[in-house]
């Protein structure tokens, strides 16, 4: 599958940016969704995840309650609500793809780890200033 993402850009802290990231090439409901991210200097990390159906996400813990994922199968598209950014959100965010027969409702570690996921999008850059 092919992924796009978009929406990123420079934000306040305090602030709020909506990502997108469209699909194609394959069948998108067949994938869980997640969203990572690259700060300089650091290793991607985990952000949030959304199982095939959109009846389960999780995130991790810096970011519960400010950032929300949701899909909408229909339009083939994953998306990443962020508010109350904080400076330390800063980095370039990737939407991946990761096929719903390996865990169907990201029950295990594997949803959140950066190598379990085959597809991945070019990423756009998320900035927070302070």
């Known amino acids: 599958v092919q ?3 978009s929406g990123g850009g420079l934000v306040q802290a305090g602030g709020s ?3 997108s990231c469209v699909a194609s ?3 998108f409901s067949s994938y869980n969704m997640g969203w ?3 700060a300089p200097g650091k290793e991607r990390e985990f952000v949030a995840v959304i199982t095939w159906s959109g009846g389960n996400a999780y995130y991790r813990d810096s970011v519960k309650g400010r950032f929300t994922i949701s899909r909408d199968n229909t339009k083939n598209t994953v998306y990443l609500q962020m508010d109350s950014l904080k400076p330390e959100d800063t980095a370039v965010y990737y939407c991946a793809a990761r096929p719903r027969r390996r865990d169907y409702y990201c029950s295990g570690y594997g949803c ?3 190598v379990s996921y085959d597809d991945w999008g070019l990423g ?3 900035t927070v200033s302070s």
């Open 3 to 5: 992924l796009q993402a």
């Open 17 to 19: 940016l909506r990502l």
């Open 25 to 27: 090439g394959s069948t």
């Open 36 to 38: 990572f991210r690259e």
């Open 112 to 114: 959140r780890d950066p």
């Open 124 to 126: 756009t850059l998320v």
